[in-house]
């Protein structure tokens, strides 16, 4: 045999290997081929001849992660055993993969929460099992330590998370930036500042202040225990700051009611050129909505256009509640229209749109389309079409309604339910009828539920059943401010003056102030805000002129001023004099003699608008031709011509 050529050995040394079981695992699994490389791996233990033993320990933490990330919880076990007979448990990184298996996958022994309705029993198993593997780790890093803090801290377990970290400090492993964006969320849900404030002092003092995720948890953690000023300090602070920073802190100012912090995080936002996300509409539309200023609506929704999002059909639902909180309904429903599959969402904020704005008929067609269209009404949907039959005063429609949620669709009436039920028979003059049921209630009636009735009793002037009602209420709630300004309301309204004042002395000792009426009005972007007999505004004089004017328009066409409101004993002169003083009509007089003719005018009030100031729009709407829009405590008020879309009844 001749021998082979120096060349030719040569060349062959220098042929690459073919890779290990170990490298082509761990490289498929790097890939997100995590089928692929189970299979790799059950082929490799499959074998002959069998791969060397390091194979093993090198691709075992590959296959425990792919196992991880399918749900393959059964072949986890197997893999454990393996792990202990090869000693690959040993090395940290294999047992730390395990130990994340175990806190990922609720043990498959455990069982199903479907069957026993226990799944708190099967996360103390899934515990217990991941403690297990945890206390049996020869060595332990800090990724192991916050692989089961971490745990905890997502699943409830709140005094265990915090007792492993008092244990990993004991235990000689500094607590890192992970740790602490694990348990930050902890002190957020359970609304403990004062520990979560300790844990940002130990980040600042460990370096640990500038980190994003650190920095995150501290802000939705100041935000969610109601201290958003520490939560701009902290974003403030912070050297770098991406779109997921900024968008959690304007979260955070906009669940806080802090609207104008929200708007002015928004504006920083595109000063630092960080584009908008969805998620940035869905939490500054409805703060608008809730401040009623249409013009910053109108900017978004141009926001939402020109981000291309407006075929979102959660900023499209926000769009639509903006709108109609604005007073915009018209709007509001073009969106809607516009919508080629609405979702539960969409139709019910539409459906309570129409229910607070009117026509309310329109609502329960609504309700009819959206059931003809396989859509599935919940709860919050029943609330809208029953908050809709109270303001058109259907009491049959309105038990219908009430009746279906259990006996069509399965949904157990809450107390709110009873509460838009309670309220229907009260409006309608119902009295005694409301009375019964709320005193049948499955549910234990809250003051709210009474108080429902007790503004009905005063409407209808039943001072007698007002007592009886007010009793209830201030069983439940002594210092239920608005229940004594009712009941005193309507000993008012009945001639008891010697009541009225009695309970009045009687708040007084108790410290109690009533809340005063206030209206407001944006007039150029700017909001003017209206008390009774305020002289304060610039304009008052204008304002006045400009009321008296009208009064004597009023008189010609039969306006007579209605005093059933005020609530003092005094002379019939000097209850018109009153009258003339209240915000609403300061507010509205200041719209109009303040904006070019033709200009809608929207008013807000804190509180439900008096018959009078109604009488009073309805005219004013007819003598100077313009729509005008008042938002009160109840609903929207739509005057044009001489009419309001309530009907006279709110």
């Keep these: 045999m001749q021998p082979r050529p120096l060349a030719a050995v040569a060349v062959d040394a220098s042929a690459p290997f073919p890779p290990s079981w170990a490298h082509r695992i761990r490289s498929a699994a790097s890939q997100g081929h995590f089928f692929h490389a189970i299979a790799l791996f059950l082929q490799m233990r499959a074998s002959t001849p069998a791969p060397p033993r390091s194979s093993v320990p090198a691709s075992l933490p590959a296959a425990l992660k792919c196992c991880t990330v399918l749900g393959l919880r059964a072949l986890g076990a197997p893999l454990h055993a393996l792990a202990l007979r090869s000693g690959a448990f040993a090395d940290c990184f294999t047992a730390n993969a395990l130990l994340n298996l175990y806190c990922k996958l609720p043990p498959s022994s455990c069982p199903s929460p479907e069957m026993h309705g226990a799944a708190g029993e099967s996360e103390a198993a899934a515990l217990q099992s991941a403690r297990k593997v945890f206390d049996e780790m020869p060595e332990k890093d800090a990724v192991s330590w916050n692989t089961l803090v971490l745990w905890c801290a997502e699943n409830g377990r709140h005094q265990e998370a915090l007792g492993l970290i008092r244990e990993m400090w004991g235990d000689g492993c500094k607590p890192d930036s992970f740790t602490l964006s694990s348990v930050l969320p902890i002190f957020a849900e359970c609304s403990d500042v004062r520990r979560g404030m300790e844990v940002h002092g130990f980040a600042t003092r460990n370096g640990f202040a500038d980190d994003v995720f650190v920095g995150s948890g501290l802000i939705n953690m100041y935000a969610n225990c109601t201290r958003t000023d520490y939560s701009v300090k902290v974003f403030d602070n912070l050297p770098g700051r991406d779109a997921v920073l900024w968008n959690s802190m304007l979260a955070g100012c906009a669940q806080n009611g802090s609207a104008e912090e929200a708007l002015e995080i928004f504006r920083r936002m595109l000063h630092s050129r960080i584009r908008p996300m969805p998620v940035t509409f869905s939490s500054l539309i409805p703060v608008c909505g809730n401040l009623a200023s249409l013009h910053l609506g109108k900017q978004l929704h141009a926001y939402v256009i020109f981000g291309g999002f407006d075929g979102n059909v959660f900023i499209t639902s926000s769009l639509i509640d903006m709108y109609c909180k604005c007073g915009d309904v018209s709007i509001a429903r073009h969106i809607f229209d516009r919508i080629q599959s609405p979702d539960i969402v969409s139709w019910t904020v539409m459906i309570m749109g129409h229910a607070l704005h009117g026509p309310t008929r329109e609502a329960l067609v609504l309700f009819d389309r959206m059931e003809l269209g396989n859509v599935k009404p919940n709860d919050i949907t029943f609330l809208a079409v029953l908050t809709a039959c109270s303001h058109a005063g259907l009491v049959d429609k309105g038990w219908k309604y009430f009746n279906s949620m259990s006996d069509h669709y399965g949904i157990v009436p809450s107390l709110e339910h009873h509460a838009a039920l309670a309220d229907i028979l009260g409006r309608a003059g119902k009295l005694e009828e409301a009375y019964n049921f709320i005193s049948k209630m499955q549910i234990k009636p809250t003051a709210s539920v009474w108080s429902t009735l007790l503004r009905a009793c005063k409407v209808h002037k039943n001072t007698v059943l007002a007592e009886e009602v007010a009793k209830r209420i201030f069983e439940l709630e002594p210092r239920s401010m608005g229940s004594h300004v009712i009941l005193s309301n309507a000993y008012s309204s009945s001639g008891r003056w010697n009541e009225a004042a009695h309970l009045r002395k009687s708040m007084r000792k108790k410290g109690m102030k ?137």
Aim: proline letters at 4%.
């Design 514 to 650: 009533k809340e005063p009426a206030c209206s407001w009005i944006e007039v150029k972007n700017k909001r003017h805000v209206f008390v009774a007999h305020d002289k304060s505004h610039p304009w008052y004089e204008r304002i006045i002129g400009a009321l008296n004017v009208f009064s004597e328009q009023m008189a010609r066409q039969g306006y007579v001023p209605n005093t059933e409101d005020v609530f003092q004993d005094i002379e019939e002169e000097q209850k018109s004099h009153v009258l003339c003083g209240h915000s609403e009509k300061l507010a509205m007089v200041f719209g109009i003699i303040s904006t070019p003719p033709g200009t809608t005018i929207r008013v807000m009030k804190n509180l439900r608008v008096c018959v009078d100031c109604h009488a009073v729009t309805k005219f004013i709407s007819k003598i100077v031709g313009r729509e005008i829009v008042m938002r009160d405590a109840n609903r929207f008020h739509h005057f044009k011509d001489g009419n309001c879309s309530c009907g006279d009844f709110w």
